[in-house]
């Protein structure tokens, strides 16, 4: 367990994962910048400050149990140790839960899915990132995992590119789930389409892929970005009781007399 965590992180600290790091944290400041409420947690990766832009009064990050003990010294202090499927939280009490590539590296995603459900507010937010299988990282990483089963060892640890622990879902399956568990997706987005290269000179020399991926070929982006929202049904949110009153006047009284 604990060379598989020492391998995730380390990842994040090459070339392409510095690149991807850089993209995600955009997307992350962009999407939580203007939710509101008063309790917010990010659940996995401390490498990557998912709240930073979000102004509630409490935000909490949060290593799931299962990653704790590959945390390095160098990684931002870890507020909360807990179970991704068992969250420490009551029903219905944060306003916004991150998810950067927490339910690829757990071991029951759907639960983990359903615990957050659980914890959110009805018209809460939560913010999931994750690597596409249908992208030319999946491809080379799916080639490297087929050269392993096949045991050709030589060629499999070139091949691997992305972290070896990560059981990728594809973005599709993702809103199938969300869709089961009452989520509507407010918004989705995909990035970083430089080709699956080790060497941050050789990624600058394809930045010019991330303008023409976005425009002709958006769905085979490296990693996808959703936003999605719980819905309640039955339920519709009011506005406050009190509306100011117009003073009613007096209703006309007429008048007789006797002449």
């Known amino acids: 367990m604990t060379a598989k965590i020492i391998g995730l992180t380390d990842w994040f600290s090459t070339a392409p994962g510095q690149y991807l790091l850089a993209w995600e944290q955009a997307q992350f400041d962009l999407a939580v910048a203007d939710v509101f ?73 759907h639960h983990v899915l359903r615990e957050v459900e659980r914890v959110l507010v009805p018209e809460g937010r939560v913010v999931i990132s994750g690597f596409n299988p249908a992208s030319l990282w999946g491809l080379r990483q799916g080639r490297g995992r087929f050269c392993a089963r096949l045991g050709l060892n030589a060629f499999s640890a070139s091949s691997l590119y992305l972290p070896e622990a990560g059981d990728f879902i594809g973005p599709w399956r993702l809103r199938d789930w969300l869709r089961l568990l009452s989520f509507e997706v407010e918004s989705d987005r995909f990035g970083c389409y430089r080709p699956a290269m080790r060497t941050d000179t050789w990624l600058q020399r394809y930045a010019w892929l991330d303008r023409a991926g976005a425009r002709w070929w958006p769905i085979f982006g490296a990693v996808y970005f959703v936003v999605a929202v719980k819905r309640v049904r039955g339920m519709r949110l009011l506005g406050p009781a009190w509306k100011p009153r117009r003073a009613t006047s007096a209703a006309p009284v007429p008048v007789t007399h006797r002449h």
């Open 37 to 109: 409420g008063y309790n917010a947690l990010q659940l996995g990766l401390p490498e990557l400050a998912g709240l930073q832009a979000n102004r509630m009064p409490h935000r909490w990050l949060a290593l799931p149990e299962v990653l704790q003990t590959g945390a390095e010294d160098s990684a931002p202090r870890v507020a909360l140790i807990t179970d991704a499927a068992a969250l420490p939280f009551p029903e219905a009490s944060l306003d916004l839960v991150v998810l950067p590539h927490t339910l690829e590296f757990s071991a029951d995603p």
